[in-house]
């Protein structure tokens, strides 16, 4: 599940930019996890505890 939602991230990113919610409730997977994997990346992220919001500028090099 994790490496799904990573793929989506990343495909989306080539795209623009763009925010994306996600809210772990409605996933099994790991919110430690995705989020270090993201932030490895260069992903700009906001985690309140229900909701992680990534972000993603054009110009940023994550890839």
């Not at 990343?10 to 996600?22: E, F, M, P, Q, V």
């Not at 996890?33 to 909701?51: E, P, R």
């Amino acid at each position: 599940m994790l490496e799904n939602i990573y793929n989506k991230i990343t495909n989306s990113a080539k795209r623009g930019a763009w925010d994306l919610y996600i809210r772990f409730n409605d996933y099994d997977i790991h919110k430690s996890a995705l989020k270090t994997c993201l932030l490895s990346k260069g992903f700009d992220i906001y985690d309140n505890g229900h909701c992680m919001i990534v972000s993603w500028l054009p110009g940023k090099s994550h890839f």
